[in-house]
Structures are given as C-alpha cells and as structure tokens.
C-alpha cells in the first residue's frame, strides 16, 4: 500500500528554505525593511511561511523581525556575529568562492588559513590536495582538516584566546606567525572598502590577521559580495595587499571596477554554476595584465 503523500525531501525543503531566506535578506538590504505581505507576494508562499522564515533570520541574527515584517539589524562597527549565525549568510556565494580559492592551492605548499565560514567551507574543498602544511588560527577549519585523516597533511593550529566566530587571537597567536613563511595566505573578512581595506571588529584578531599577512607574498582574501562597503573596527591590509581577491558575481558593477584596479587579481565565482556542478566557473580580472 502506497502513501497518497509522498515522504517529503528534507534536502529539497531545506534548499528551497534557503533559497527564500537570500531572496528576503536580499530585499531587506536594498530597501532596509521589508513588509510580509510583499515578501510573501515576492516568494509566491503564505505569509505563514514567511514569518517562520523571519523568526529563523531573526534567531541568527542577520535581521531584525518587527510588527508585521523586518528590517535591518542594527550593525556597529565593533559588531562580531557568532560562527553559526555567519554560518546563514551567503550560503551559495561562499561555496562558490570556497571552491574557486581552492583551484588556487598547488600539492606541496605551506599555506595559512584564518578564521571565518568562507575559509572554513574552503578547507573542505582541499582535503584532497596531497601533501600540505597547514597554519590556521580556526577550531573550525582544525577540525575539518583534522577529520579527513590524511597522513601527508601536517596542521599547526595556533594558540591564542578564542573569539565569538571561533578563532583563535592575540599575542600568542601572533607571535606563533611571525617566525613562518607561508606560500599563500587565504583570509576571510568581516568587511572590505576603498577607504578601510579589509576589516574585523575584533582587535586581537585584527592584530592575529596581520601576522598571517607579514608572513606572506601572496595574500588571497575570500569575501562575498556583502562584505564590500562593510567597515570593523580594525583593518587587516589595504586593498592593495591582496594578490588574488576571491568574490561572488553579486558584487555591484562599480565595485568590480574599484577593485579591479586595486587587487593583484579578482576572481568572480558564479554560485549558481558551484552549486549545480561542485566546481567553480569564475571570471577573473588582473591588473597586472591590463
């Protein structure tokens, strides 16, 4: 006897929830507030679903649910989202970049690895490349490196004092850097502009990141398109600094323009080609060859 209701797919729920919650985060950043009835008009759901959807982004921080719709967190500069709530934020744009940064890494080198969800989703995407040395700052990305449980893979994770999203900060984590030499640095932000560089809110971690960067030559930094325009406490490095800034093709046109002047390299990754196919389609634009 068969069900008249077929078992639901809870991927496919999942995915389809996802995908509401970027299409009403997305809105609420362009208009700063939205309405439930327009979301729900939007979305082609119930308001039902729309005001669970609210209460899940309202949870994890990312908005804020009012009277009849949302609007946008108030956000300082001194701010710093835990790693679960950063964890709801541009999820398909993160594993895009995650998977076109980790064409970047060659079998063989020593690279560094700082604390952040973009970084972390791109640990998982190098477990296969043989034979790194691995200095990361991250419980998170340790763990993911750490579980794939291969022999010729060597992982140093810093000391320190641990921060909200999970890294690991301060003197003792700067000073187990500045003895290193790194082939590559691969660093997430919490914002970027042309006045401030790359941002964090947290000072320790400001000063634990700028160790990553003196110990290299080719600082790659991986940030969606919603970091531009963001400003934390404390910069990291200029514009200037990165070799190779890895971003989402949702970054405005002007901005690509901006930072295709001041980057070494900027590599566009499509999150609708990563999602479909695992692999990075990506556009790329470098000053050097201009």
Same mark, same amino acid.
């Given at each position: ?80 989202? %835990?790693?679960? $709530? ?8 993160? +594993?895009? /970049?995650? #998977? =076109?940064?980790?064409?970047? !890494? ?5 690279? %560094?690895?700082? $604390? ?8 998982? +995407?190098? /477990?296969? #490349? =043989?034979?790194?040395?691995? !200095? ?155």
């Amino acid at each position: 006897m068969t069900s008249a209701h077929p078992p639901t797919d809870l991927g496919a729920t999942r995915a389809l929830a996802r995908q509401r919650h970027d299409v009403i985060l997305a809105e609420v950043r362009r208009r700063g507030a939205a309405r439930v009835s327009d979301l729900a008009q939007l979305l082609g759901v119930s308001d039902m679903t729309v005001r669970r959807d609210l209460e899940v982004l309202d949870e994890a921080g990312l908005l804020a649910k009012v009277h009849g719709g949302a609007t946008l967190p108030e956000e300082h500069s001194t701010d710093e989202p %835990g790693f679960e $709530a950063k964890l709801q934020r541009n999820t398909r744009e993160k +594993h895009a /970049i995650a #998977i =076109a940064a980790a064409a970047l !890494v060659r079998p063989g080198s020593a690279i %560094g690895i700082t $604390a952040g969800t973009t970084t972390w989703q791109f640990a998982s +995407h190098i /477990i296969d #490349i =043989a034979g790194l040395t691995v !200095v990361t700052n991250s419980i998170q990305v340790a763990e993911v490196l750490h579980h794939s449980q291969r022999a010729d893979r060597t992982v140093v994770l810093t000391g320190g004092v641990r921060t909200p999203s999970d890294a690991l900060v301060g003197p003792v984590a700067a000073g187990a850097l500045r003895s290193l030499h790194l082939d590559m640095v691969f660093m997430g932000v919490h914002g970027m502009s042309s006045r401030a560089g790359f941002t964090t809110p947290n000072l320790m971690e400001a000063e634990t990141n700028r160790a990553f960067v003196t110990a290299t030559e080719h600082l790659v930094v991986l940030a969606d398109h919603s970091k531009w325009g963001i400003t934390g406490l404390s910069s990291m490095a200029t514009l200037d600094d990165a070799a190779v800034l890895v971003t989402d093709r949702g970054l405005a046109d002007s901005a690509r323009a901006e930072l295709g002047e001041r980057v070494g390299r900027l590599v566009l990754a499509d999150p609708a080609f990563a999602e479909d196919t695992d692999t990075a389609d990506t556009s790329t634009h470098d000053r050097r060859r201009a």
